[in-house]
């Protein structure tokens, strides 16, 4: 495997379901995020870890749990989501070096959440 | 605020017709401008990272500008399987990097 990887590509839950995406990145790079692309909107930065401590939290509801065990692994827990939380999630990682200013993110596939 | 802007939302190209795509930001302190081709229901694909006003990358049929206020992106003879969104995003901080909604491309045979 190579670059950023998410698991599933696709997830359909009810609102009372609780389920977890997944990302691995195979970069060697510090830094992961979440973002959330919903249609006829700019991505919506969700979350961000640096070596494993998360520097980044905007505003998201509760029923959206990180978690980063490794500088490789991030996972987005989800419990008792609301149709409005329907859309791609996108997990990234960059270098994460405040002095490089051409420090690239590299995106994963996403994950086409529904929520019934 | 700070923002990025992109313009057309939406573009119809025939095949071999070249044109430009734009991205205009108000930021702060910029540390980065970056370009993205998605294709639908995929994650972006990275394209090109500018820094520096009167950058130039190049990559195949494409051709990405910087000034001091905006960033464009150069289609030459583009072809069908160029049709995709093209996202620009510009790094404000170590972790904050901006999205455009994006434009999305289509080239006709």
Redesign the interface.
């Known amino acids: 495997e190579t670059g ?1 990887t ?1 698991t599933p590509r696709h997830l359909v839950m009810g609102m009372t379901n609780k389920k977890s995406l997944k990302c691995e990145q195979h970069l060697g790079h510090n ?1 992961m ?1 979440w973002y959330k692309q919903s249609a ?4 919506e ?1 969700m979350f ?1 870890y ?1 070596l494993e401590e998360r ?2 939290n905007n505003s998201v509801p509760s029923r959206f749990s990180p978690e980063c065990p490794n500088s490789s692994h991030l996972f987005l827990h989800l419990h008792t989501l609301q149709p409005e939380d329907s859309a ?1 999630y ?1 997990c990234a990682s960059s270098l ?3 002095q490089l ?10 994950t ?1 959440l529904t929520v019934l | 605020e700070d923002q ?1 802007t992109q313009s057309p939302e939406a573009l119809r190209l025939q095949e071999g017709e070249s044109s430009s795509l734009n991205c205009s930001y108000t930021v702060s302190g910029l ?2 401008l ?1 370009w ?1 081709r998605q294709d639908p ?6 394209l090109f ?1 500018l ?1 520096s006003a009167g950058e130039e990358k190049e990559k195949e049929r494409l051709k990405a500008t910087l000034t001091k206020k905006e960033s464009f992106l150069h289609i030459t003879a583009p072809k069908p399987e160029d049709s995709a969104t093209y ?1 620009c ?1 510009v ?1 404000e ?9 994006g434009t999305r491309l289509k080239v006709l045979a």
Not at chain 1, 101 to 110: C, H
Request: no cysteine.
């Open positions: 950023v998410q830094a995020y006829k909107k700019p991505l930065l961000v640096s520097v980044e791609l996108l994460g070096r405040s200013s051409t420090d690239t993110q590299y995106f994963g596939p996403g086409r | 990025v540390r980065g970056f993205y229901g995929k994650g972006p694909e990275f990272t820094y996202l995003a790094r901080g170590t972790y904050k990097y901006i999205f455009g909604t």
